[in-house]
């Protein structure tokens, strides 16, 4: 192999290892905000039992954290709606009812910036 390509192959190695490295680090942000969803839920009595699945609301500071990261990392289904409240970006994460949103827009068309995220964990049966 001559040295162009021992070259190019390096850097292509080097390109892989920081891909995989940086889709760890998204995981494991994924996780963390996650994690302290879970925890700001529980503390604050956020939490409310549907049948056999368990919600836990997020506060706006985690929640805001939490969709920001989902945009970026693409991580989740991102559509918006026009609902009677206002005007929304959703980040759909997977279950029925889990994901985060981000209210841009109040009904009657004034500028909003809030954000709420659930997580929904169904237990057995559902």
Request: glycine residues 10%.
């Amino acid at each position: 192999m001559s040295g162009a390509w021992k070259a190019l192959a390096a850097i292509g190695m080097v390109a892989q290892i920081t891909s995989n490295t940086c889709e760890a680090r998204a995981a494991e942000q994924t996780i963390v905000l996650f994690n302290k969803c879970l925890s700001y839920a529980i503390e604050h009595n956020h939490v409310t039992k549907s049948g056999n699945t368990l919600e836990y609301l997020c506060g706006d500071r985690i929640a805001e954290q939490l969709f920001n990261h989902l945009v970026r990392s693409g991580f989740g289904k991102t559509n918006i709606a026009d609902e009677l409240s206002g005007s929304y970006v959703h980040v759909d994460i997977g279950s029925d009812r889990s994901g985060c949103s981000h209210r841009i827009e109040d009904a009657d068309g004034t500028a909003a910036s809030d954000f709420s995220c659930m997580i929904s964990v169904k237990g057995p049966g559902n």
